[in-house]
């Protein structure tokens, strides 16, 4: 059995809607994502996309009978929000590099206390030659705090194993900062387990260290310590993609950077990956799309759909309490591990 999800995305910070919200709203498949954008090929965009933009227009009253006047321009005044979306805004227009990726990712989780997408993971066993689909909804939240509190709730409610649908696979995993918890219903199980020492705080965002690195939250010198970075064409590399997500990922609507990370030498055994690659949107560099390669050979896909940012969540989806009749409970003190068995 290997680890679960056990490289996907990191490093995705957000520019908001003037509501606080991403401008897409939830999907339930990723076909339906390209349907909620319509960015220009390129990820260009016109000044009147920009927030609170000033118009080129101007309007000049003249007269036969009165010599014309000098148009007056009204000075714009941004509130401490609105210009850091402005900043945002010229940042993510201005990439060369990959320096400026890295940076610009760290710099969107300013402002960040949730998001929630539909997301699908797909695994692929080269050995085996399985494939399974796993399709459900994510969700995160930040709280305040040095460092942060993060949690996370990962909810799958469809399984497809070798293109057949599998009824009664639903699990849930939830990590509240302590504990993680993985619940079965079928089975009518649940797992809880303390996976950071008591009165410490864990990141389980960060790459290699968390059953499901959300793709939020990271430190560019962090990335650069462990992994030779490289930007490249969106293209490059999804040759190897099943054709319905290689189709999903370089629809023209949506452009994206693509982000290569490469585990540095003495780390690759450790973070047990060979290689990573991250799609963001170059609208506003949320996260589209990640594929890895264990050190094992196998590969993993995870798209993200329809993502809100710092809407509300459903108490009940980040609940680690466990019932106290109905179900099978084994609870599991501190032993140092975050990493749950790979639902296979």
Same mark, same amino acid.
């Given at each position: 059995?290997?680890?679960?999800?056990?490289?996907?995305?990191?490093?995705?910070?957000?520019?908001?809607?003037?509501?606080?919200?991403?401008?897409?709203?939830?999907?339930?498949?990723?076909?339906?994502?390209?349907?909620?954008?319509?960015?220009?090929?390129?990820?260009?965009?016109?000044?009147?996309?920009?927030?609170?933009?000033?118009?080129?227009?101007?309007?000049?009253?003249?007269?036969?009978?009165?010599?014309?006047?000098?148009?007056?321009?009204?000075?714009?005044?941004?509130?401490?929000?609105?210009?850091?979306?402005?900043?945002?805004?010229?940042?993510?227009?201005?990439?060369?590099?990959?320096?400026?990726?890295?940076?610009?990712?760290?710099?969107?989780?300013?402002?960040?206390?949730?998001?929630?997408?539909?997301?699908?993971?797909?695994?692929?066993?080269?050995?085996?030659?399985?494939?399974?689909?796993?399709?459900?909804?994510?969700?995160?939240?930040?709280?305040?705090?040095?460092?942060?509190?993060?949690?996370?709730?990962?909810?799958?409610?469809?399984?497809?194993?070798?293109?057949?649908?599998?009824?009664?696979?639903?699990?849930?995993?939830?990590?509240?900062?302590?504990?993680?918890?993985?619940?079965?219903?079928?089975?009518?199980?649940?797992?809880?387990?303390?996976?950071?020492?008591?009165?410490?705080?864990?990141?389980?965002?960060?790459?290699?260290?968390?059953?499901?690195?959300?793709?939020?939250?990271?430190?560019? /010198?962090?990335? &650069?310590?462990?992994?030779?970075?490289? =930007? #490249? $064409?969106?293209?490059?590399? *999804?040759? @190897?993609?099943?054709?319905?997500?290689?189709?999903?990922?370089?629809?023209?609507?949506?452009?994206?950077?693509?982000?290569?990370?490469?585990?540095?030498?003495?780390?690759?055994?450790?973070?047990?990956?060979? /290689?990573?690659? &991250?799609?963001?949107?170059?609208?506003? =560099? #949320? $996260?589209?799309?990640?594929? *890895?390669? @264990?050190?094992?050979?196998?590969?993993?896909?995870?798209?993200?759909?329809?993502?809100?940012?710092?809407?509300?969540?459903?108490?009940?989806?980040?609940?680690?309490?466990?019932?106290?009749?109905?179900?099978?409970?084994?609870?599991?003190?501190?032993?140092?591990?975050?990493?749950?068995?790979?639902?296979?």
């Amino acid at each position: 059995m290997v680890q679960i999800l056990m490289a996907a995305i990191l490093a995705a910070m957000v520019a908001l809607a003037p509501d606080g919200r991403a401008t897409d709203a939830p999907a339930d498949h990723p076909e339906a994502d390209a349907a909620h954008h319509s960015e220009p090929p390129g990820g260009g965009s016109s000044q009147a996309d920009r927030p609170d933009a000033e118009s080129n227009a101007e309007e000049e009253s003249e007269s036969a009978d009165e010599p014309a006047q000098e148009a007056v321009r009204p000075t714009l005044i941004l509130t401490p929000a609105q210009a850091q979306m402005d900043r945002q805004y010229d940042e993510m227009h201005q990439i060369e590099s990959v320096d400026d990726l890295l940076r610009a990712l760290e710099r969107r989780n300013e402002g960040l206390r949730s998001l929630s997408a539909r997301i699908r993971y797909t695994k692929f066993f080269p050995f085996e030659g399985d494939e399974q689909v796993r399709s459900g909804t994510l969700y995160f939240m930040s709280l305040d705090g040095d460092p942060p509190v993060r949690k996370f709730a990962v909810h799958f409610d469809t399984l497809e194993f070798d293109g057949r649908l599998e009824r009664g696979e639903e699990r849930s995993y939830i990590f509240d900062g302590q504990w993680l918890v993985e619940r079965l219903p079928k089975e009518r199980q649940i797992f809880k387990r303390q996976v950071v020492p008591p009165g410490e705080r864990f990141d389980p965002l960060r790459l290699g260290e968390g059953p499901f690195p959300i793709p939020i939250g990271q430190k560019r /010198e962090e990335i &650069l310590e462990r992994f030779e970075a490289e =930007l #490249l $064409p969106s293209e490059d590399g *999804t040759q @190897a993609l099943d054709k319905g997500v290689r189709a999903w990922l370089l629809d023209e609507r949506v452009p994206t950077w693509q982000l290569r990370l490469v585990p540095r030498e003495g780390y690759e055994d450790e973070l047990e990956l060979a /290689e990573i690659r &991250l799609w963001y949107r170059r609208s506003d =560099l #949320l $996260p589209r799309a990640a594929w *890895t390669r @264990a050190v094992n050979g196998n590969e993993s896909t995870i798209q993200l759909i329809g993502q809100e940012v710092n809407g509300s969540i459903p108490a009940d989806r980040l609940n680690t309490s466990v019932p106290e009749i109905g179900w099978n409970v084994e609870i599991t003190p501190w032993r140092g591990s975050l990493h749950p068995e790979d639902p296979r």
